[in-house]
């Protein structure tokens, strides 16, 4: 074939509003018929991950390491981190919160969560119940695994799975009782970033499994685990004394657009964000006034005498028949996403000395901020040599230059 048969179009894409840099993608034009480079293709697609990866991250750093930090996240307290743990404040909001059961776990559980020195493994189960239950299994593989008799790599045998049957049937008792199913929490977080590897790829558990499963996968615990008082002025330990599992009923018909972030500096609500920022919901722009008036209400009547603290956060949600129920607490600290604000602005807004609430939501498509969207397993990002990625683009680079070969002897 001629090589003036041949010819290149170079495609370049742009994020509108984004100083997003130009990527382009290969086509490939073989007497005048378009041919996809396939490994241009998924090249840019990692390029593409990678990039809004890095995107979310350099944003969230951004909002983290506000470059003139305020003197209040400065001087936070153990006390104030203490405060927001949800075994202390649950019990004072019950009337007014998500139903919850609150269990304080074993030493053993909490070594096991942090032990990172094996394989990944799951607690066996005394009801025989399967985290991914769809999975395949096979024998041949697992046989791979077990080290025969008199090998003499004896020594090298694993540790058995660790059990935790007291704690398992509690937490069944719990789950039934909460309905069959529950999203969990530590003292502070909840595994939001493992989520993609539960078989619905939310929170919502319905097995004592499940939950070992998001928290042994979850990076954000660390914080719970090992970093919880890395930000105090007076910090005395690396972690609480308990740490307690909070099962949390699952309400599958709660709504996005209708939580939100308050924010009470010496005891006065400065400001409420849109807690999903990634999202643009028309309706919240109707109900704004309606919305400040009820989350104003609901923090004289039921949080300001109630929550010991004077400078904190606590995120809500609207029910569709209007009431407001707290979700969490948090301290006024630089680790709480300020999400719509920065944190200057909102202690400029306390400084003002006025009783002005400002409420902050996203009002068109183009005020979307990025989340952070990071939940995946480090391999997704490796495009390193010899990495997954590397291979399988270096097999799809390999067929392609075997179409066209075929191609071109057909021609």
């Given amino acids: 074939m001629p090589c003036d048969a041949v010819t290149r179009t170079t495609v370049t894409e742009r994020q509108t509003g984004d100083s997003f840099n130009p990527l382009c993608v290969e086509t490939l034009h073989i007497d005048d018929v378009p041919v996809l480079n396939l490994s241009k293709v998924l090249s840019l697609l990692t390029d593409l991950f990678i990039y809004s990866v890095l995107k979310d991250v350099i944003d969230f750093r951004g909002n983290y390491d506000n470059l003139h930090t305020p003197l209040s996240l400065q001087n936070m307290k153990e006390e104030e981190v203490n405060r927001c743990q949800i075994q202390e404040w649950y019990p004072k909001f019950k009337s007014v919160s998500i139903k ?47 080290v025969s008799e008199g090998s003499g790599d004896e020594a090298e045998k694993p540790s058995p799975p660790p059990s935790f049957p007291e704690l398992e049937l509690k937490i069944k008792e719990s789950i039934k009782s909460l309905g069959g199913a529950v999203f969990p929490k530590l003292n502070w977080s909840a595994p939001k970033d493992s989520a993609w590897i539960s078989t619905a790829g939310t929170l ?9 499963l998001l928290f042994r ?90 929550f010991e603290l004077e400078n904190f956060t606590f995120d809500v949600y609207i029910t569709k028949d209007e009431r407001v129920k707290v979700v969490d607490f948090n301290p006024w600290a630089a680790f709480t ?7 200057d602005e909102l202690e400029h807004i306390h400084s003002e000395g006025d009783d002005d609430l400002e409420f902050r939501i996203v009002e068109d498509r183009c005020a979307i901020r990025p989340g952070l969207k990071t939940a995946v397993p480090y391999d997704y990002l490796d495009t390193s040599s010899g990495s997954g990625w590397d291979q399988f683009l270096r097999n799809a680079d390999e067929e392609l230059q075997q179409q066209t070969r075929s191609t071109e002897a057909g021609a």
């Fill in 217 to 306: 996968a979850s990076d954000s615990l660390v914080h719970d685990l090992c970093q919880a008082y890395d930000s105090c002025v007076d910090k005395s330990s690396s972690r609480p004394q308990n740490f307690f599992l909070a099962l949390r009923k699952w309400y599958p018909s709660l709504q996005p657009d209708m939580e939100f972030r308050c924010f009470v500096r010496d005891q006065k609500l400065v400001g409420i964000s849109q807690r999903e920022v990634t999202t643009f919901y028309p309706s919240l722009l109707e109900k704004k006034n309606s919305l400040i008036l009820w989350i104003q209400r609901f923090f004289n009547n039921h949080v300001r005498a109630k």
């Fill in 337 to 343: 996403l300020p999400l719509l604000f920065t944190w």
């Fill in 100 to 146: 919850t059961l609150i269990h304080q776990l074993p030493e053993s559980f909490i070594q096991y969560l942090l032990d990172d020195s094996g394989p990944f493994l799951l607690p066996v189960s005394v009801l025989n119940e399967d985290a991914l239950p769809n999975r395949i299994h096979d024998p041949d593989e697992e046989e791979d695994f077990h």
């Fill in 204 to 212: 919502r558990c319905t097995t004592f499994s499940e939950i070992a």
